[in-house]
């Protein structure tokens, strides 16, 4: 089939190509995002392969049926980008990767949480520059602390499983919890992992539902000095309220891989221009607010997987099987 893999960088193609070689399909790279002004690339391909930040709304996936694209196969978890609904009128199925490697994003989160309580980003830059003294790089501990984990699902639980191996206690909120938590976390109301943690992690879904779910009023219920790591989708978080808490001192430290306005400028080298959104623009100056631009999933066995998985699911609508990883509106 042919395939146009849209905002594709060098590993992905790296990748895709490699797994290509048992699937002899046709692959042709864009750098660009798929949206609707972009949408006329896709003419003459079968399958349309976005990512993250790729713009599906109503009328892009009209002309991508008009084109003659027959299938949208996401190469990432997330499937927020897509009208999901508009896919289904046009009669144009949508896959996704659902679980390609929970425990890079999670070790991940573990990453970015040691670096803040720890400073490591800022000793390495003190003894580059030949400031071998510790003031100011005091942390604190994470054995016996609580780590609330909001969205217990793969990487959430995956998230917690290292947690508990730091000695943390983990709480956990999931609107559809199982009877057992298999990892030793405690599953708890959300209003109560908010009050109770030293660390909240994000790891639920963008929806409507969730959509600014940590905003003023949550931020509230958290304890004061509280940690958020945010790997999930930016959305989640009111960014302007954030802020006031995080000037405030209510909130001790951030940790985001993710930002509700990231299309444009993650995955992107802006080095050589201006910065032209203020508020990330803000939140970069904070000493205790680490920023990184999307890059959870990016070890070599994830991408691999992503790889391995989306061409798995055009193999099987090329073959007219049923598609496992298919996600479908109300789902
Ligand atoms: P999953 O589908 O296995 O788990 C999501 C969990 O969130 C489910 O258990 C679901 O019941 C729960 N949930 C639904 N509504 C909720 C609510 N209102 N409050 C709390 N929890 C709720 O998904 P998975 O694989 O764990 O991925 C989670 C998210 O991580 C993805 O949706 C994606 O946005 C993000 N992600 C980020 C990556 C990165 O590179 N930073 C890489 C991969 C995924």
Do not use: W
């Not at 060098?10 to 002004?37: M, P, S």
């Not at 003459?44 to 027959?70: H, S, Y």
């Not at 004061?224 to 790591?229: P, R």
């Amino acid at each position: 089939m042919r395939i146009a893999v849209f905002d594709s960088k060098q590993y992905d193609r790296t990748a895709l190509n490699a797994a290509n070689l048992q699937h002899q399909h046709e692959l042709v790279f864009f750098d660009d995002r798929l949206n609707i002004k972009t949408v006329p690339l896709a003419e003459g391909f079968d399958v349309v392969c976005p990512f993250v930040n790729d713009k599906l709304d109503a009328p892009t996936i009209a002309k991508l049926a008009k084109l003659g694209v027959q299938l949208i196969a996401l190469r990432c978890a997330g499937f927020n980008g897509v009208d999901l609904n508009a896919a289904a009128q046009h009669g144009i199925p949508v896959t996704r990767v659902p679980a390609y490697s929970p425990e890079a994003v999670g070790e991940y989160v573990f990453a970015l949480l040691l670096t803040l309580i720890r400073k490591t980003h800022r000793a390495f830059n003190r003894v580059r520059d030949g400031n071998f003294s510790l003031d100011g790089l005091e942390g604190f501990n994470l054995h016996g602390r609580t780590f609330g984990v909001v969205g217990a699902g793969k990487i959430g639980l995956a998230t917690a499983r290292i947690a508990r191996g730091f000695g943390l206690k983990v709480l956990a909120y999931d609107p559809y919890p199982p009877a057992v938590c298999e990892v030793g976390c405690e599953f708890v109301s959300l209003d109560e992992l908010l009050a109770q943690s030293d660390i909240v992690s994000l790891h639920s879904p963008l929806f409507p539902t969730t959509h600014h779910m940590i905003n003023e009023t949550s931020l509230a219920k958290m304890k004061k000095g509280v940690v958020i790591i945010n790997t999930s989708r930016g959305g989640l978080i009111n960014t302007v309220d954030l802020i006031k808490s995080l000037k405030s001192g209510h909130v001790g430290g951030v940790g985001l891989d993710v930002y509700e306005h990231e299309e444009g400028v993650f995955f992107e080298d802006l080095s050589d221009s201006m910065l032209d959104d203020d508020v990330l623009a803000l939140l970069t100056t904070f000493p205790n607010v680490l920023i990184t631009s999307h890059q959870g999933f990016l070890t070599s066995e994830a991408l691999d997987n992503i790889a391995a998985s989306v061409l798995h699911s055009v193999a099987e609508f090329a073959q007219q099987q049923p598609l496992s990883n298919e996600v479908k509106a109300g789902a």
